[in-house]
C-alpha cells in the first residue's frame, strides 16, 4: 500500500504517523516526496479507508506488485545512482567495459587505459568466477580485485566484480566500488540479504530462467535490507535456441522501465556469447532505452582465460562506443 502524505505534513508530523504505523505492526519504507510504501504487514483484511482517515495522509493506493520497494507505483522518478560522479540511471549512457576474469596487472591497465579513451565509466573484471568446471581457472581473488582497483584509480574510473558469496563481500567491498550478482546467485536469498547490508551498489544480474518479476523480487531482497542501489542487468536467458550462448531479452528493457524505478543496464556479451553479435545488440540495447551496457573486452581477446569467444578487442570496443553514442543522443532527443 503507499500513502501520500499531504504536502503540508512536516518531518514531525510524517515521523509521528510512522511511528504509528509501526505500532499497528506495518513495516514502512520512505519513498521519497512525502510517498509512505507499507511493505509488510498489509493483507486483504485492512481496509484502505481506515488509512485515508489517519492524520495527514492525502491519499491512499493499493500496490498490487509483489515487489514494494523496487516498484515504480512506490517511487515514479528514476533511481539515479552516483558513484564518485559517475551517475547510472536517469538519462545517461552508463558503460562498463573489460576482460571476463582479471589475468595480470599489464592487462588491466591496458583495459583501463582503452575504457578511459572510450568515455567508459566502470572498469570490470571478475576475480572469483563461477565456473561450471571446477579445473577451469578460478580467478584471481582478492590480489586480482587489488589489481583492478590500482588500474582503475589510475584512469579515474569506477569498477565492478563479482562476489560469489557472502565471506567475499569484506575483501570486496573495501576493493570495488559495485560489487555483481552473478546470474547463477540471483536465487542466492542469504547473498542478497548480506548485499543489503552493504553501502556498496549492486549490479544484479538475471538468472538464466529468472522472470522480470523473480529478478524484481531478488532486488526487493537487497533493497528491503537497507541497500536501495541496486543496478538490474538483463544478460540473457536460456531458450530453446543454441545458435547463441543465450537468447538476450531485450523486451526487458521496456518492460522494467513499466515495473521499476531502478536502472537496467544490457550485457550483450554474456547475453549471446559471440563475438560479432555484441555489436548490434549493445547498438539495440541503447536503442531500446537501457541505462547502460556491461562489455567483455580484451588486449587480446583470442587468448583471454575466461569467455574469449564473445571478448571483444579495443579496436572493436572504439568503434562500438563511436556508434553507442550516436544513437544514444537520437534516443534522447526522441
Ligand atoms: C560475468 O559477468 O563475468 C558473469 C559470469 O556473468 P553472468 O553471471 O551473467 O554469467
Ligand atoms: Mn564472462
Request: contains cysteine; positive net charge; charged residues 25%.
Amino acid at each position: 500500500m503507499m500513502i501520500q502524505l499531504d504536502p503540508l505534513a512536516t518531518e514531525e508530523q510524517e515521523q509521528h504517523l510512522i511511528a504509528r504505523l509501526e505500532k499497528m505492526g506495518f513495516q514502512i519504507a520512505r519513498q521519497g516526496a512525502g510517498r509512505l510504501a507499507l511493505v509488510k504487514g498489509v493483507d486483504k483484511l485492512v481496509k484502505l479507508e481506515e488509512f485515508s482517515k489517519l492524520p495527514h495522509v492525502a491519499s491512499v493506493k493499493p500496490m498490487k506488485e509483489k515487489f514494494k520497494l523496487a516498484s515504480l507505483a512506490s517511487k515514479p522518478a528514476p533511481t539515479v545512482i552516483e558513484i564518485k560522479g559517475k551517475k547510472i540511471g536517469g538519462g545517461s549512457l552508463f558503460v562498463i567495459a573489460g576482460p571476463c576474469s582479471i589475468e595480470s596487472k599489464e592487462q588491466m591497465e591496458l583495459c583501463a587505459k582503452a575504457a578511459f579513451d572510450q568515455g567508459a565509466q566502470c572498469l570490470r573484471g571478475g576475480a572469483y568466477k563461477p565456473r561450471t568446471s571446477p579445473y577451469e581457472f578460478q580467478g584471481m581473488e582478492g590480489e586480482g580485485l587489488d589489481i583492478l582497483k590500482a588500474a582503475a584509480e589510475k584512469y579515474n574510473l569506477i569498477t565492478v566484480s563479482e562476489v560469489m558469496d557472502a565471506s567475499q563481500i569484506e575483501t570486496a567491498s573495501k576493493r570495488v566500488d559495485i560489487l555483481q550478482v552473478g546470474a547463477r546467485n540471483m536465487h542466492n536469498f542469504s547473498l542478497l540479504k548480506e548485499l543489503g547490508k552493504v553501502k556498496n551498489p549492486i549490479l544484479l544480474k538475471r538468472g538464466f530462467a529468472a522472470t522480470y518479476q523473480d529478478l524484481l523480487l531478488a532486488a526487493e531482497y537487497i533493497i528491503s535490507a537497507g541497500n536501495p542501489n541496486v543496478i538490474l542487468c538483463e544478460r540473457g536467458i536460456r531458450t530453446f535456441e543454441t545458435y547463441t550462448r543465450n537468447t538476450l531479452d531485450l523486451n526487458a528493457v521496456p518492460a522494467l522501465k513499466e515495473l521499476t524505478h531502478l536502472p537496467i543496464v544490457v550485457d550483450p556479451s554474456h547475453g549471446t556469447g559471440i563475438r560479432s553479435l555484441v555489436l548490434p545488440m549493445a547498438r539495440a540495447a541503447v536503442a531500446a532505452g537501457a541505462d547502460g551496457i556491461a562489455i567483455e573486452m580484451h588486449p587480446d581477446p583470442d587468448r583471454a582465460l575466461t569467455d574469449a569467444q564473445q571478448t571483444i578487442s579495443f579496436e572493436a570496443f572504439a568503434k562500438m562506443m563511436a556508434q553507442l553514442k550516436l544513437i544514444h543522443k537520437a534516443v534522447q532527443s526522441c
